[in-house]
């Protein structure tokens, strides 16, 4: 081989993807090796997520493939509200651990961090006041 060969792909300082989403919220995460530096929209995860389950949510990952301390995480993400937004960090954080480390899909998938959550909000009906709300019935 000559010494002028391209490393391996896994092996470049590049970071790896990952896309979630959950309800309209929508997450791209992007994990290289690092300090354990973890920004959401350019603030600290704690900064970003003031609630405690919020961001207990989107550091699980992290916390449950014990890689929290040797990765940096850089997150964008838009639409939706904050509980969205935080299980749209979880499910991009999981897709990009698993792009950096194959090995960890199946407990990822297994322990639910790569299921996509589908409940949505249920659309409006006409002649309703909601989804379900309906106005109020007269019978004379």
């Known amino acids: 081989m000559s010494s002028n060969a391209q490393p391996l792909e896994g092996t470049v300082q590049a970071p790896f993807y990952g896309t979630g989403r959950r309800k309209e919220a929508v997450a791209r995460v992007f994990v290289k090796l690092g300090s354990g530096k973890y920004e959401v ?11 405690v389950a919020w961001k207990n949510a ?7 493939t014990e890689t929290s301390g040797q990765i940096d ?54 002649g309703q006041k909601g989804a379900r709300k309906r106005f109020q019935f007269s019978k004379r």
């Open 73 to 126: 995480v850089l997150v964008t993400v838009k639409g939706g509200g904050a509980g969205g937004q935080a299980g749209a960090v979880r499910m991009g954080l999981s897709r990009a651990l698993t792009r950096f480390n194959p090995e960890l899909r199946p407990g990822l998938r297994k322990n639910g961090f790569l299921t996509r959550d589908s409940r949505m909000k249920e659309r409006k009906k006409y």
């Open 41 to 51: 929209n350019g603030r600290p995860v704690e900064q970003y997520f003031k609630n």
């Open 58 to 64: 989107a550091i699980e990952p992290l916390k449950f």
